[in-house]
């Protein structure tokens, strides 16, 4: 298994290397042409990964067992809640959150990583070469790259049980749960502190959209970050489930590489302007002295832990919402039910062994 990843990637990296190379990364092409590279980059990892996959059990169960008619049905409602939560975000309240991932988050954490790239990079290609205004992005494909590693590791995190609810757990488990609970939204919400505050002043909010629905929708965006606290606080504390330090961890993780893989993309190829509600925060860091690159990994490490840990724990409720018998009809369903089969005990196909 470990196998095909690292095979995957280093396809990914060399084809995109030649693709730096040789593209055209004129001013005016240089989003266009990154987004094409890393899409022939994306494609080449994962014939690379079904090949390596091929010439180990001579087929390809743990690709296939991923996909079915649920997962099909699944995605193209997954990208839909990505363009609008993430339109309304970007054009109605230029804050410094995204919330595009939500679909893509699902899809990883029900179907499994390869759904959940898929499902990620698809949405932000089509968020801005075919949808419309006012919903379209108009910087969202050369990110398409993220996208696809945010669902990838969304379906490593459920594949390995992180979004399986843990109630009613002994105290001394709780109370390591709330140490790491407490000190990442701690760490993190004094990193934003500092940026909206120290650096920026309460003048980095702003209402930025006469349309309603965007309004609406950025105000409910917000709220769900706002509630993301005291939800984890609920679930430690009152329902006593640990998952809550587990999606605190996988949100902070997924954010913090979200974070190092957009940030020069940011840098190089939009000089950190991107339209978004963080370029207030690249701008306030190149007040402050950094050079570009500096600017927008500092924004990315502030941003993006608080949107991915608000996202990780939108998808827990919704997960914990669905009924035990549908979550179970998905391809890692099972791992997201409560008292399901650990991975030890997990069948031999998403391994790749023959049966």
């Known amino acids: 298994m470990i196998t095909r990843w690292l095979a995957a990637l ?31 980059a994306l494609a080449v990892g994962f014939v690379v990964y079904a090949g390596v996959e091929y010439a180990q059990t001579g087929g390809f169960a743990s690709i296939s067992s991923q996909f079915g008619m649920r997962t099909l049905a699944l995605m193209p409602v997954a990208i839909a809640i990505n363009i609008i939560l993430g339109a309304a975000v970007a054009n109605a309240l230029k804050v410094p959150i995204y919330l595009d991932s939500i679909g893509t988050i699902l899809v990883g954490a029900l179907a499994g990583p390869i759904p959940g790239a898929l499902t990620g990079f698809v949405a932000n290609i089509l968020w801005q070469y075919i949808i419309p ?23 490593l995190f459920a594949r390995y049980g992180a979004l399986r609810p843990r109630p009613d757990r002994p105290m001394s488990q709780l109370f390591s749960g709330a140490v790491i609970t407490v000190a990442v939204v701690g760490g993190v919400s004094w990193l934003a502190f500092l940026g909206y505050e120290q650096i920026i002043g309460p003048a980095g909010f702003e209402v930025a959209s006469d349309e309603t629905l965007f309004v609406i929708l950025g105000w409910l965006a917000l709220a769900m970050v706002a509630a993301t606290v005291v939800g984890l606080i609920v679930l430690l504390f009152v ?7 587990y999606v605190v961890v996988a949100g902070l993780v997924t954010g913090v590489v979200a974070a190092l893989i957009s940030a020069p993309i940011s840098a190089n190829l939009f000089g950190g302007v991107t339209g978004a509600g963080t370029d207030f925060l690249v701008a306030a860091f190149r007040q402050a ?33 669905m009924a035990t018998r549908t979550k179970a009809r998905f391809p890692q369903g099972e791992r997201l039910i409560e008292g ?15 049966t």
């Open 10 to 40: 280093v396809g990914f990296i060399v084809v995109a290397g030649i693709g730096l190379v040789v593209g055209n990364f004129s001013e005016e092409q240089a989003g266009n042409s990154w987004a094409l590279v890393a899409a022939i």
């Open 133 to 155: 205004p006012p919903f379209q992005g108009a910087v969202a494909a050369p990110f398409a790259i993220v996208a696809a590693v945010i669902g990838l590791l969304a379906g």
């Open 239 to 245: 329902r006593r489930d640990l998952t809550a330090a």
């Open 289 to 321: 002295g950094a050079d570009i690159g500096a600017a927008t990994l500092g924004q990315g490490l502030i941003s993006d832990p608080v949107d991915k840990i608000t996202t990780f724990f939108v998808v827990y409720l919704v997960l914990n919402a």
């Open 340 to 354: 399901g089969a650990e991975v030890a005990e997990e069948g031999d196909e998403w391994r790749g062994a023959s």
